[in-house]
Each structure stands twice: as C-alpha cells, then as structure tokens.
C-alpha cells in the first residue's frame, strides 16, 4: 500500500471512530427529559454500556489520529476532520432517525467540497 493510502486511512478511521463515539454516547444518554437534572444525568453517563463503548471508541481514534499525524502535516490532517460533522449528520439521519433540513444538507455538500479542496492529493 502506498503512503497516501496509508495516510488516507488513518484519518477516515479516525472519523469514523469520532462519529461512532458520538452516536454512542448520544444512545448512552438519549434525549428524554426526565426531570432528574444532573444527578439523572450523572447516573445515564457512569451507568450506560454505549457511554462506555463510546469512550472506548474514542480511544481507538487517538490512537489512528496520532498514527496519521505522524504521517502527514497538520494543515492537510486537522482539515480532513471535519468530515465528522458529514457523518454525524449522516449517522443522525439514518440510525438515530432525526430529521434533516435541506439548509443542513447544502451545508454538508459545502464542507465535504472545502476539505477535498483543502486536503486533495496532499495527504502524504
């Protein structure tokens, strides 16, 4: 495999891995309002099997970040991160069923243009 391949692969794991993390924890803590405040709160975070899942996600992701920093500028690698609103979205649409406006749609179409301009062939 080539180096930029390589390179390419780290970063798209490591957004994927900070994409699964937030769907994790957002399935961890859900949205209800239950009126228990903070300590209901508190307890959902220490309590919850995707929390934990999520913080174990993110721990792999370090992991992958640091491998493609160590490949690859900064000013091309922390661009390509931004891919993780585009899966956040994507993941808040079809696993958590949220709805999404076509305004959020143009501006994900926008930033998935910005970081093939910033990041395009400059990955090694």
Not at 4 to 21: A, I, K, P, W
Not at 49 to 69: D, M, T
Not at 100 to 124: D, K, P
């Amino acid at each position: 495999m080539t180096t930029l391949f390589v390179t390419f692969l780290l970063l798209l794991g490591s957004v994927t891995c900070d994409v699964t993390g937030q769907v994790c924890f957002k399935l961890g803590i859900g949205h209800e309002t239950d009126g228990g405040g903070h300590w209901s709160l508190l307890h959902k975070v220490l309590h919850s099997p995707w929390v934990a899942l999520g913080i174990g996600v993110y721990a792999l992701e370090f992991v992958l970040w640091f491998a493609a920093l160590s490949r690859t500028q900064l000013s091309i690698a922390f661009p390509f991160t931004a891919l993780g609103y585009v899966g956040v979205v994507l993941a808040s649409r079809f696993i958590l069923n949220e709805s999404i406006s076509l305004r959020r749609w143009v501006g994900i179409g926008t930033i998935v243009v910005g970081v093939v301009m910033v990041t395009g062939q400059q990955l090694g």
